[in-house]
T-cell receptor, first 115, second 113 residues
Framework: DAGVIQSPRHEVTEMGQEVTLRCKPISGHDYLFWYRQTMMRGLELLIYFNNNVPIDDSGMPEDRFSAKMPNASFSTLKIQPSEPRDSAVYFC?????????????FGPGTRLTVL | QKEVEQDPGPLSVPEGAIVSLNCTYSNSAFQYFMWYRQYSRKGPELLMYTYSSGNKEDGRFTAQVDKSSKYISLFIRDSQPSDSATYLCAMSLNSGGYQKVTFGTGTKLQVIP
């Protein structure tokens, strides 16, 4: 398996523009996570899905952020309109679900810069 | 107060040194304790995980958990330049039938040849 795939790897945009980040989880994994990483706040969970259904979106910073998972092999995170403070590295991760521990596998991340 | 506290470093050591990385936490409900390693411009990858208090060893790496003190550590013996990375501690608890993970902010380690 190729692992978790994210695109684009880098995105530079201007304030006010719409940004869409994409993720393909590992085949067979039923949980998908979106994280944001900054120097100040570290790795923060934004939202996660179980079997394509959003379970917990309490980490989504505000209404400008939205996430979808139309099928088991694809998810998007959209920011509209984008602001400079959204600049960060956004990671997608996937895992098998269980009441005991299951490893989360991370993608390479999308480095977003909002000017 | 954050649920998980981790010194950001950076920590710089000579090759061959023993490295000690630490985290404290406040939530006694955490069940699993993990260490992830993140190389520059890469995603985090799992290094080790433990469930109970005590030590777990894997090669040059030893993870230690002290639930009574709410303190976890990662020791790296005979450190190598290839160990240079950011190390993230992480902890999880059962939330609605799934282990919800909280990460520390990471400690950046540099091993100098």
């Amino acid at each position: 398996d190729a692992g978790v795939i994210q695109s684009p790897r880098h995105e530079v945009t201007e304030m006010g523009q719409e940004v869409t980040l994409r993720c393909k989880p590992i085949s067979g994994h039923d949980y998908l996570f979106w994280y944001r990483q900054t120097m100040m706040r570290g790795l923060e969970l934004l939202i996660y899905f179980n079997n394509n259904v959003p379970i917990d979106d309490s980490g989504m910073p505000e209404d400008r952020f939205s996430a979808k998972m139309p099928n088991a092999s694809f998810s998007t995170l959209k920011i509209q309109p984008s602001e400079p403070r959204d600049s960060a590295v956004y990671f997608c991760a996937s895992s098998l679900g269980s009441v005991s521990y299951n490893e989360q596998f991370f993608g390479p991340g999308t480095r977003l810069t909002v000017l | 107060q954050k649920e998980v506290e981790q010194d950001p470093g950076p920590l710089s050591v000579p090759e061959g040194a023993i490295v000690s990385l630490n985290c404290t936490y406040s939530n006694s409900a955490f069940q699993y304790f993990m260490w992830y390693r993140q190389y520059s411009r890469k995603g985090p990858e799992l290094l080790m995980y433990t469930y109970s208090s005590g030590n777990k060893e894997d090669g040059r790496f030893t993870a230690q958990v002290d639930k009574s003190s709410k303190y976890i550590s990662l020791f790296i013996r005979d450190s190598q330049p290839s160990d240079s990375a950011t190390y993230l501690c992480a902890m999880s608890l059962n939330s609605g039938g799934y282990q919800k993970v909280t990460f520390g902010t990471g400690t950046k380690l540099q091993v100098i040849p």
